[in-house]
């Protein structure tokens, strides 16, 4: 059973800073690419970060680059996304994607609220 569990998430005053978890079971983890995305409300979901098999190559959207950093620890099979300088506007449920060709899964979502 394929399992995709993230933690982390919470209540931040603008300019602090989080790091979410994201954990995958019942995977070959290392096979995977990992995502994170967010879905504010009454916004469409949005890839946030994206990070390849080995770790090697990442990619970020245009509104994060320089305050987010994913990474992924193959040998405990998480992906983390270290979010830096947060504002308001990064409020959002933050979902984690484990991805091959043919299928992907998805987590359940952590709320990250940014507001002082």
């Known amino acids: 059973q394929v399992q995709v569990v993230e933690s982390g998430g919470g209540l931040v005053q603008p300019g602090g800073s989080l790091r979410l978890s994201c954990a995958a079971s019942?995977?070959?983890?290392?096979?995977?690419?990992m995502s994170w995305y967010r879905q504010a409300p009454g916004k469409e979901r949005e890839l946030v970060a994206v990070?390849?098999?080995?770790?090697?190559?990442?990619n970020y959207a245009d509104s994060v680059k320089g305050r987010f950093t994913i990474s992924r620890d193959n040998a405990k099979n998480t992906v983390y996304l270290q979010m830096n300088s947060l504002q308001p506007e990064d409020t959002a449920v933050y979902y984690c994607?484990?991805?091959?060709?043919?299928?992907?899964?998805w987590g359940q979502g952590t709320q990250v609220t940014v507001s002082s």
């Open positions: 990070i390849t098999r080995a770790g090697a190559d990442t």
């Open positions: 994607n484990a991805r091959v060709v043919g299928r992907q899964y």
């Open positions: 019942g995977v070959t983890f290392s096979s995977y690419f």
